[in-house]
């Protein structure tokens, strides 16, 4: 499993009614049900995430999470899990806001876009940056709302939401350590949050 998703594991805990959104191939959920006790189900649009959760015998809705989100009810789950997906959604404020509606805890992981590798990039060699979190080029990646750390900081004040925890990232998506932790929009490539509903 991604090393961000381990982390991602931990902040759910055990024992825990899960929505994973963007689930991916269903690897973080198969974990969080088989290792720690969860109940849970996925969401995912991509046909072939859809059917290899499928495969792994991992509860999952095909559908774009935007809509299914609204037609969720409230306070359903415990968690709701959002990894890597923030930055390729449409209206990530509406996400959030929903993903608090829905359940009492939401994680979140997200690329950090004002990491200085990729500042340097931009400044210096003139072209958008591509990197091991953010692979894509500009005319092929799934991202469309690229955001700082601190960008989504205050999108989640706006929100009403309250930062539990938040661990940062190095390029291969550890937790990071040292001036990360002083400087983190420079330096951390990335951050896992939990975030609580008031």
Request: overall charge negative.
């Given at each position: ?24 191939d ?106 091991e ?27 009403g939401s ?11 998506g ?25």
């Amino acid at each position: 499993m991604r090393f961000d998703l381990e982390i991602v594991a931990g902040m759910v805990g055990t024992g825990q009614r899960v929505l994973d959104l963007g689930c991916g191939d269903g690897e973080l959920l198969e974990t969080l049900i088989s290792r720690q006790a969860c109940e849970g189900v996925g969401v995912e649009s991509d046909p072939e995430g859809f059917h290899s959760c499928i495969g792994r015998g991992v509860p999952v809705t095909q559908g774009d999470l935007e809509k299914e989100l609204p037609a969720t009810e409230s306070e359903s789950f415990d968690v709701a899990v959002l990894s890597l997906t923030l930055q390729a959604v449409r209206r990530p404020d509406r996400v959030l806001a929903e993903m608090g509606r829905v359940a009492t805890r939401q994680i979140v992981s997200l690329p950090n876009f004002g990491h200085w590798r990729l500042r340097a990039d931009l400044t210096l060699g003139g072209r958008m940056p591509v990197s091991e979190l953010l692979p894509y080029q500009w005319f092929d990646t799934p991202n469309i709302h690229l955001c700082t750390l601190a960008d989504f900081e205050a999108l989640v004040e706006e929100t009403g939401s309250r930062i539990e925890k938040r661990v940062l990232l190095d390029g291969a998506g550890r937790p990071a350590r040292g001036l990360r932790s002083t400087f983190p929009n420079l330096l951390a490539e990335g951050a896992v949050y939990s975030l609580v509903t008031p």
